[in-house]
């Protein structure tokens, strides 16, 4: 599904290169929710996530003149640098927990409860996040992208830095993955009440 | 996402939901197609979608950000945490250790080895002076 963007971002990101701060606290308020919860799942700790956007916003202040809007998408270019700071603190957080200065944990924060209307509605989507932490990194980046970013098949490629045939089957393969995790835990709460 | 928000929304950004940001277009538009039959994949991202949601403060995130490019730092250095972390200070003695261990070493080494004068002098059977080898009968004291 592609959308066509809204030349607003490419107009703060013009602004944000003459130096005007508002224009970067506008650009957050539209992409500071939806980078932060891809890189929440994808890292799967809430405090590691807060930390990449910051850095990527940061990014975005000091090389937004390097952005052309000729080349491709804002909210492309935006997932593509937070994709590559999300593998910098996963490079990082594994190094200081080999040398033991912190543990892998996932940590994220429970969503609002009025976001979840119902215990069963609860349930699958804590299956969902369950099955998503346990996809490969790849996949569950590429899904992110799609259900998050709601990015299409080229920009995934794009950000991931690969061809539209491989974020194709990272996509095919990470949403059959999940349909599978979906499946399995159903057939285990059928076998529980029954 | 409710109507009440999806109205919210609205005046924020726009009547045409597609020009939206993510994940607010992606949450209209499940809105809208709520009770309309659609795609197993689609139907599948929105449940992504929502288990992604997480509770964040754009603004909060904003004055975050707005703080460390005046502060200049993109990035906080590990070095600085690690240095004050117990298994990191450990680490910085262990390393220092191990540097004044092999300092020591070498320092030793330089002042119990042999010179190679020495062990000329030993070899030819001549007694060692300041400097030298001892002035020999000619013919002797080198080889």
Same mark, same amino acid.
């Given at each position: 599904?592609?959308?066509?963007?809204?030349?607003?971002?490419?107009?703060?990101?013009?602004?944000?290169?003459?130096?005007?701060?508002?224009?970067?606290?506008?650009?957050?308020?539209?992409?500071?929710?939806?980078?932060?919860?891809?890189?929440?799942?994808?890292?799967?700790?809430? %405090?590691?996530?807060?930390?990449?956007?910051?850095?990527?916003?940061?990014?975005?202040?000091?090389?937004?003149?390097?952005?052309?809007?000729?080349?491709?998408?804002?909210?492309?270019?935006?997932?593509?640098?937070? /994709?590559?700071?999300?593998?910098?603190?996963?490079?990082?957080? /594994?190094?200081?927990?080999? #040398?033991?200065?912190?543990? #892998?944990?996932?940590?994220?924060?429970?969503?609002? /409860?009025?976001?979840?209307?119902?215990?069963? /509605?609860?349930?699958?989507?804590? #299956?969902?996040?369950?099955?998503?932490?346990?996809?490969?990194?790849?996949?569950?980046?590429?899904?992110?992208?799609?259900?998050? %970013?709601? !990015?299409?098949?080229?920009? #995934?490629?794009?950000?991931?830095?690969?061809?539209?045939?491989?974020?194709?089957?990272? !996509?095919?393969?990470?949403?059959?993955?999940?349909?599978?995790?979906?499946?399995?835990?159903?057939?285990?709460?059928?076998?529980?009440?029954? | 996402?409710?109507?009440?928000?999806?109205?919210?929304?609205?005046?924020?950004?726009?009547?045409? +939901?597609?020009?939206?940001?993510?994940?607010?277009? =992606? =949450? $209209?538009?499940? &809105?809208?197609?709520?009770?309309?039959?659609?795609?197993?994949?689609?139907?599948? *991202?929105?449940? +992504?979608?929502?288990?992604?949601?997480? *509770?964040?403060? *754009?603004?909060?995130?904003?004055?975050? +950000?707005?703080?460390?490019?005046?502060?200049?730092?993109?990035?906080?250095?590990?070095?600085?945490? @690690?240095?004050?972390?117990?298994?990191?200070? $450990?680490?910085? +003695?262990?390393?220092?250790?191990?540097?004044?261990? &092999?300092?020591?070493? =070498?320092?030793?080494?330089? =002042?119990?080895?042999?010179?190679?004068?020495?062990? @000329?002098?030993? $070899?030819?059977?001549?007694? @060692?002076? *300041?400097?030298?080898?001892?002035?020999?009968?000619?013919?002797?004291?080198? &080889?």
């Amino acid at each position: 599904m592609q959308h066509d963007e809204p030349r607003g971002d490419d107009e703060l990101l013009a602004r944000i290169a003459g130096g005007n701060q508002s224009a970067l606290s506008e650009l957050i308020a539209r992409h500071g929710r939806g980078l932060r919860m891809f890189a929440a799942r994808y890292l799967g700790n809430a %405090g590691d996530a807060e930390d990449v956007v910051q850095e990527v916003f940061v990014t975005v202040w000091k090389q937004a003149a390097r952005f052309d809007p000729a080349k491709g998408r804002a909210s492309t270019w935006l997932y593509r640098i937070t /994709a590559n700071r999300c593998i910098d603190q996963r490079r990082r957080r /594994a190094l200081r927990s080999f #040398i033991g200065l912190d543990d #892998i944990r996932d940590e994220v924060a429970a969503p609002e /409860a009025d976001a979840e209307a119902t215990t069963a /509605a609860r349930q699958e989507l804590a #299956i969902v996040r369950d099955g998503l932490s346990r996809l490969p990194e790849r996949q569950r980046m590429a899904v992110l992208l799609r259900a998050v %970013g709601d !990015l299409d098949i080229a920009a #995934i490629a794009e950000v991931m830095g690969g061809s539209i045939g491989s974020a194709e089957q990272l !996509l095919v393969r990470g949403r059959r993955a999940l349909r599978d995790h979906l499946a399995m835990a159903a057939v285990s709460r059928e076998r529980e009440s029954s | 996402m409710t109507r009440d928000e999806f109205e919210r929304h609205s005046l924020r950004f726009g009547a045409a +939901v597609e020009t939206w940001p993510a994940p607010f277009r =992606q =949450q $209209a538009l499940a &809105l809208l197609a709520a009770e309309r039959k659609d795609d197993p994949d689609a139907a599948l *991202d929105r449940l +992504v979608l929502e288990a992604a949601l997480t *509770d964040g403060d *754009d603004q909060a995130l904003a004055r975050k +950000v707005l703080a460390r490019i005046e502060a200049g730092s993109a990035r906080p250095s590990l070095l600085p945490r @690690l240095l004050f972390s117990p298994a990191g200070f $450990a680490a910085c +003695v262990a390393a220092v250790l191990v540097a004044a261990t &092999l300092a020591g070493y =070498q320092v030793a080494r330089l =002042q119990d080895d042999p010179s190679d004068t020495e062990l @000329l002098a030993l $070899a030819s059977g001549s007694s @060692l002076a *300041d400097g030298g080898i001892a002035a020999d009968a000619e013919g002797e004291g080198s &080889l």
